[in-house]
């Protein structure tokens, strides 16, 4: 069977849960005697239409396409976005060379809907994990512009400041409004579109991108969520109930090494992930900072470059502590090294967490989380031994980690046997394989 996976990003330029659970589809795939590709995207930094198009390569044994373009000298940056017909043509011409029997979109974000086009009208069984929530969020997190949670768009409309805000679209309206006053005039520049009215041709997109994708993904064969949590949210969000299938995953084995705490080290506390706001590094920093009476050890991992702003303020915080160290990137080869290590791991996000592998890696080993009462963690990690505590909520993520101090529960820890695996999701979602080809697995 031959198996072309999409997704967003992938290694070596990127590292993140997505990338390592298409990596694990694909390696799986070859081990079990199939062939498996991955298409994927690159946004170049370049404007002129010759640098852009396919590049192939290699990674780990996986035949790589990664898709060179720049979504802001498009035509039509606000459409691009989600339905983009130059990445269509490309992934076309490359279905016509690798011929899949099957296409897993593991993520559309950046190549867009338009992808699974081509897909589609030849007649080749298409299937989506549903990683996070961009099909229903342009930002993917459904946190608004001001890092408010969002529970999906209340109208066609709704995203225009939060796009404004990611994208730079829309940049003529009046965005300085509420949203109640922005609706009217917002209306009126829609229906008043037209070549030659930017505007409302970039409002005209905004208010398709939601339909598009929903139909889009209804004439997929099979819309796999990770979480309980994450189906209810698309259910909400108008697609059927009965068209998502649950599948959870979880760390892979060689992920999940077990160990117990070294005597005589202090306890060491671990934040793993991007270093990005709403993965809240800074919340943890900031509770530490009140609790300077705290032996501990804190390593925080994810990428320290390029630089930015949050970057640079995580870096002023772990400056002025003693206690923390800020590690950098990471290889997914070294996670059951890190994990091994750790006493708690702290989950502080401030978005809807849709099943991180961290905190199933971390519930199977027995370490102690300490995770806000956000998206599907709590669903996630039964409590106790997890402990939970208000999203954003600095003074209330320190009194948690003092509670697990006090209570000594990072000394032992109770594995957690019946948390699945990447080897028991990856086994479910092949036997979709066999079932939407006809193809034995």
């Known amino acids: 069977m031959r198996i072309l996976y999409l997704t967003h990003q992938y ?25 498996a590709a991955v298409v994927t995207y690159h946004e170049s930094a370049s404007a002129n239409p010759r640098r852009f198009g ?29 339905h983009n017909p130059v990445i269509a043509g490309w992934i076309a011409d490359l279905l016509d060379d690798l011929r899949p ?35 229903i969020c342009p930002r993917h997190t459904l ?41 009217p005039g917002l209306y009126r520049s829609l229906r008043a579109s037209s070549p030659d009215n930017r505007l409302g041709g970039e409002l ?36 059927p109930e009965d068209s998502i299938q649950v599948i959870p995953h979880g760390p892979a084995e060689e992920d999940v ?25 800074h919340i943890l920093l900031e509770a530490l900072a009140r609790a300077p009476e705290l032996s501990i050890e804190c390593r925080i991992y994810g990428p320290m470059k390029p630089r930015t702003e949050y970057r640079d303020r995580l870096r002023s915080l772990g400056s002025n502590d003693r206690r923390v160290r800020l590690t950098g990137e990471f290889q997914p080869r070294d996670l059951s090294r890190i994990l091994s290590e750790a006493d708690i791991v702290v989950i502080p996000s401030t978005w809807h967490e849709n099943a991180p592998f961290i905190a199933k890696a971390a519930r199977r ?26 999203a954003g ?33 990856a086994q479910k979602i092949f036997e979709i394989y066999a079932r939407e080809t006809g193809q034995p697995w």
Request: aromatic content about 8%; charged content about 20%.
């Open 257 to 281: 090494v077990r160990t117990g705490h070294r005597p005589g080290r202090l306890p060491r506390v671990v934040f793993i992930g991007a270093l990005v706001p709403q993965k809240g590094a």
């Open 365 to 390: 080993l027995g370490i102690p989380v300490l995770a806000s009462r956000v998206g599907s963690l709590e669903e996630s990690l039964p409590s106790p031994p997890a402990k939970f505590f208000r």
């Open 393 to 425: 909520d600095a003074h209330d993520l320190q009194a948690g980690l003092v509670a697990i101090l006090d209570e000594s529960a990072w000394l032992h820890r109770v594995p957690d046997l019946t948390t699945p695996t990447l080897e028991e999701h």
């Open 101 to 135: 029997d099957l296409v897993h979109a593991t993520h559309l974000m950046k190549l867009s809907g338009a992808a699974i086009e081509p897909c589609l009208a030849r007649g080749i069984p298409v299937m989506v994990t549903l990683t996070d929530f961009w099909a």
């Open 11 to 35: 290694f070596p330029r990127h590292v993140g849960g997505t990338e390592v659970y298409t990596h694990a589809l694909a390696q799986r795939a070859r081990r079990a005697g199939h062939e």
């Open 143 to 183: 946190l608004r512009w001001n890092e408010v949670v969002c529970d999906g768009p209340g109208h066609r409309l709704d995203c225009v400041r939060c796009v404004h805000a990611t994208h730079g679209f829309a940049s003529t309206a009046p965005l300085h409004l509420s949203d109640i006053e922005l609706i």
């Open 54 to 82: 396919p590049y192939g390569r290699w990674h780990d044994g996986i035949r790589v396409w990664e898709l060179h373009y720049n979504l802001q000298v498009s035509p039509e940056p606000a459409r691009y976005e989600f």
């Open 204 to 239: 005209r997109a905004m208010a398709d991108r939601n339909p598009y994708l929903r139909t889009l993904l209804g004439k997929v064969r099979a819309r796999i969520a990770l979480s309980g949590f994450q189906k209810k949210f698309y259910v909400a969000n108008g697609f």
